[in-house]
């Protein structure tokens, strides 16, 4: 079975500082490995996603994360935090056997300080 | 192109009531997915549906819980005699296929609040 863990259900950056949220997946086949934001009262939008083309992934907004399969990690980044990425970031691991379905993990909420 | 269209976009109902939840995936996805969002318990899976068939459908917390989708678009979840514990929000969304690799495209969802 697919899993996923987010350390940290809250971060806090001030604005202009590398942002690190970090996520770790367990799975017992090759998995895709995605990474939403939910912003207040809305749905979640795909940022990226790791499809074994490349490791290191750019997503929009200038969000970034590289796959480490050594350390079951996908941790996301961003080089400089703008006020307008304070949301919520979910991490989620799907296989190819299991129709498509997302398993996600507990969510990190992102608070950017001015 | 239009995105996945949820409705109603909150429902506040009586304990014991049931309540029908409906999703317009966006045209053309085949792949469809209800999940639910709850504080303290993240995102859980639910019930997909290629086409119209559910072939997974483990997620669903109790046999109060059902959902069907017709001709391959508009799908809707059922929640019979709902509970407190039935209060969250609900998200829906598609994708083009059921590969692993086809990114879901989610809906604003709706928030169910049981009284």
């Known amino acids: 079975a697919q899993s996923v863990t987010q350390l940290g259900s809250h971060v806090s950056v001030s604005e202009g500082a590398l942002v690190l949220l970090r996520c770790n997946y367990s799975s017992s086949v090759p998995p895709y490995l995605f990474w939403y934001v939910q912003y207040p009262n809305q749905g979640l939008q795909l940022l990226l996603k790791y499809t074994s083309a490349a490791t290191l992934v750019k997503g929009i907004n200038g969000f970034e994360a590289e796959f480490k399969k050594s350390e079951t990690s996908f941790h996301l980044t961003k080089p400089s935090a703008h006020m307008s990425d304070a949301a919520e970031y979910f991490c989620?691991?799907?296989?190819?056997?299991?129709?498509?379905?997302?398993?996600f993990g507990q969510g990190t909420e992102l608070s950017v300080k001015p | 192109g239009a995105g996945v269209s949820q409705s109603p976009s909150n429902k506040v109902t009586e304990k014991g009531k049931d309540v029908e939840l409906r999703c317009d995936p966006i045209s053309g996805h085949t792949a469809l997915y209800w999940y639910r969002q709850s504080l303290g318990q993240g995102l859980e899976f639910l019930i997909y549906?290629?086409?119209?068939?559910?072939?997974?459908k483990s997620g669903l917390p109790s046999d109060r819980f059902s959902a069907e989708r017709t001709g391959g678009s508009v799908s809707t979840l059922t929640i019979q005699r709902t509970q407190q514990e039935d209060s969250a929000v609900y998200l829906c969304?598609?994708?083009?296929?059921?590969?692993?690799?086809?990114?879901?495209?989610f809906g604003n969802g709706t928030r169910l609040t049981v009284t």
């Open positions: 969304a598609s994708s083009l296929e059921q590969g692993g690799n086809s990114p879901l495209h």
């Open positions: 989620a691991v799907s296989v190819d056997n299991q129709g498509g379905k997302l398993i």
């Open positions: 549906f290629q086409g119209n068939s559910a072939p997974d």
